[in-house]
Nanobody
Framework: QVQLVESGGGLVQPGGSLRLSCAAS????????MTWYRQGPGRQRDLVAR???????YYTDSVKGRFTISRDNAGNVLYLQMNDLKPWDTGAYLC??????????WGQGTQVTVSS
């Protein structure tokens, strides 16, 4: 059974930092395209950062230079280091593992709130 469990969210002031984690079981994250999405209240899920199996990273423009996606293959954990957080970074952050339509897995999300 595949499980993705996010953690690390919380309330932080603008300019602060958080590190999100996505602990995976039932699959090896190194074999999947791993993505962090953000979903605000009443909004669609927006791609934030993606890590391809070969190690290539992709970031949406609004987080470039501030966020870093990485993975620990030994621990089977995906990370998102978020620095210089902005109020518009607020939302639920969800971890996704994708290896085709039949292997598309989601975590439950962790809430990030950036507010003074």
């Amino acid at each position: 059974q595949v499980q993705l469990v996010e953690s690390g969210g919380g309330l932080v002031q603008p300019g602060g930092s958080l590190r999100l984690s996505c602990a995976a079981s039932g699959l090896l994250i190194r074999d999947y395209i791993m993505t962090w999405y953000r979903q605000g209240p009443g909004r669609q899920r927006d791609l934030v950062a993606r890590l391809f199996t070969g190690g290539t990273e992709y970031y949406t423009d609004s987080v470039k230079g501030r966020f870093t996606i990485s993975r620990d293959n030994a621990g089977n954990v995906l990370y998102l280091q978020m620095n210089d957080l902005k109020p518009w970074d607020t939302g639920a952050y969800l971890c996704n593992a994708y290896q085709g339509a039949a292997e598309d897995y989601w975590g439950q999300g962790t809430q990030v709130t950036v507010s003074s």
